[in-house]
């Protein structure tokens, strides 16, 4: 295993609890990063991680589809931990509107994905910016989609905007704040074996999720995490800006 040095590291990882935000945030403390886990509901799964490494890193409980409580958020883990190194904006939804629905119904699940998936990203970019030009460093890392770039099917259409806004937004941010010793970059997976593709495989099957990709087996959180380890550890900062595919060879640009 490659090993980073993450030991004066602080970093704010959303959606840390399940999925792919507990594969990153394993592997983090593992490197000796201390963690901010942010999580909404699985507080069992975040207490977990936070005491199997015992490094001061903390759980922190906030529903993000709440504007108040996304700022809540950036204010505790930023008052606890006195300094954040990097904002890994990991948390998101992934819920079907078939076209079918009645437009009411629809738009409810594109207003709350779009509130989770990209309205609590822009509002912790922007106070993510603002701390990180106090100190003069710092490194957002997003974790996207290869459905920005190739589309999803017509019942993910909320899903698929929310991750091409976040693309936009992370190179938006990588050639506005350079110069403020900022970095930016995201991660885009395909489908990725979490309970989250769990309830999708249980519907269509495994053998419809393998026939997509180049490889034999579907990625895991932990295929992620040595590069978004090599990313907090400033191994990649002259990639600022770059979008980094990790999706079995389904989607190649």
Not at 51 to 58: F, I
Not at 145 to 167: D, Q
Not at 175 to 195: E, H, Q
Not at 208 to 219: K, M, P
Request: proline fraction near 2%; charged fraction near 20%.
């Amino acid at each position: 295993m490659i090993q980073y040095d993450l030991k004066k590291a602080s970093i704010l990882l959303t959606g840390a609890s399940d999925g792919i935000g507990k594969g990153l945030a394993d592997f983090l403390m593992q490197m000796g990063a201390r963690v901010a886990v942010h999580y909404n509901t699985n507080s069992t799964s975040a207490a977990e991680l936070v005491e199997k490494y015992d490094n001061g890193s903390q759980a922190f409980q906030a529903d993000l589809s709440k504007e108040k409580a996304v700022f809540q958020l950036f204010e505790s883990v930023v008052d606890a931990f006195g300094k954040l190194d990097t904002i890994i904006l990991n948390a998101g939804v992934f819920l079907p509107h078939a076209i079918e629905q009645r437009t009411e119904t629809w738009l409810k699940v594109w207003k709350r994905t779009m509130d989770i998936n990209l309205n609590s990203v822009g509002v912790l970019t922007k106070l993510g910016i603002d701390h990180f030009k106090k100190q003069n460093q710092g490194r957002f890392v997003y974790i996207g989609s290869r459905a920005a770039f190739r589309g999803e099917t017509e019942e993910y259409l909320a899903y698929a905007a929310s991750k091409g806004g976040i693309t936009s937004l992370s190179r938006s941010v990588a050639r506005s704040f350079g110069k403020d010793g900022i970095k930016s970059f995201v991660v885009a997976p395909g489908f990725t074996r979490t309970p989250m593709a769990d309830s999708f495989i249980k519907v269509h099957g495994e053998e419809r999720v393998l026939n997509e990709i180049a490889l034999n087996e579907l990625t895991t959180p932990q295929d992620l995490a040595p590069l978004i380890g090599l990313i907090c550890s400033g191994g990649m900062d002259h990639a600022t800006g770059a979008t980094i595919d990790v999706n079995a060879g389904s989607h190649i640009r």
